[in-house]
T-cell receptor, first 113, second 115 residues
Framework: EAQVTQNPRYLITVTGKKLTVTCSQN?????MSWYRQDPGLGLRQIYY???????DKGDVPEGYKVSRKEKRNFPLILESPSPNQTSLYFC????????????FGPGTRLLVL | AQKVTQAQTEISVVEKEDVTLDCVYE???????LFWYKQPPSGELVFLIR??????QNEISGRYSWNFQKSTSSFNFTITASQVVDSAVYFC????????????FGKGTRLHILP
């Protein structure tokens, strides 16, 4: 089944404790992206990757890192999480870029205490 | 600059009524792509439609229809004979051809269909 998977789905952590949210897709897509969803703000792009080893900042990259060592994986790293990073995070992928239909993962709900 | 405005934050209608969700966009590109996504209460994001700027034909898919008007920079979404299962947050999004790597979403419209 074609899908985007994210893990974990739910995470409670404390300020400053490094964490990684994994994202994997099995559709051989070139483009992958991370978004955060906050009430009243909609979806905002954090980072994206046009292909392996190529990543770039979205609209809200502060406090996040990503890497794209393989086509299928695009982990989101919070080196030192803070409470303002409490949010719902979505990973997405598409064939060649955001002009194509994006397929979203199920979301990761993060609470930083 | 890219911008997507969904002015309706929240809408409530009674089941079987028709409802239109508004989406107004701003772009300097002549080639761009517009999308609608649905987020039901379960939380996942579901693709509904993609439209490129050269295709102004309206689209109908069952009870869903989309009205794309370049003259007013709008891409509105209408649900006919709404059902409780249509209750969700709906997002409109824009991707410009010369910004091959970015997409911007509106803030979403939360739709409540009351039984």
């Amino acid at each position: 089944e074609a899908q985007v998977t994210q893990n974990p789905r739910y995470l409670i952590t404390v300020t400053g404790k490094k964490l990684t949210v994994t994202c994997s897709q099995n559709m051989n897509h070139e483009y992958m992206s991370w978004y955060r969803q906050d009430p009243g703000l909609g979806l905002r792009q954090i980072y994206y990757s046009m292909n392996v080893e190529v990543t770039d900042k979205g609209d809200v990259p502060e406090g996040y890192k990503v890497s794209r060592k393989e086509k299928r994986n695009f982990p989101l790293i919070l080196e030192s999480p803070s409470p303002n990073q409490t949010s719902l995070y979505f990973c997405a992928s598409s064939l060649i870029g955001p002009r194509e239909t994006q397929y979203f993962g199920p979301g990761t709900r993060l609470l930083v205490l | 600059a890219q911008k997507v405005t969904q002015a309706q934050t929240e809408i409530s209608v009674v089941e079987k009524e028709d409802v239109t969700l508004d989406c107004v966009y701003e772009t300097r590109d002549t080639t761009y792509y517009l999308f609608w996504y649905k987020q039901p209460p379960s939380g996942e994001l579901v693709f509904l439609i993609r439209r490129n700027s050269f295709d102004e034909q309206n689209e109908i898919s069952g009870r869903y229809s989309w009205n794309f008007q370049k003259s007013t920079s709008s891409f509105n979404f209408t649900i006919t004979a709404s059902q409780v299962v249509d209750s969700a947050v709906y997002f409109c999004a824009l991707s410009e051809a010369n910004r091959d790597d970015k997409i911007i979403f509106g803030k979403g419209t939360r739709l409540h269909i009351l039984p």
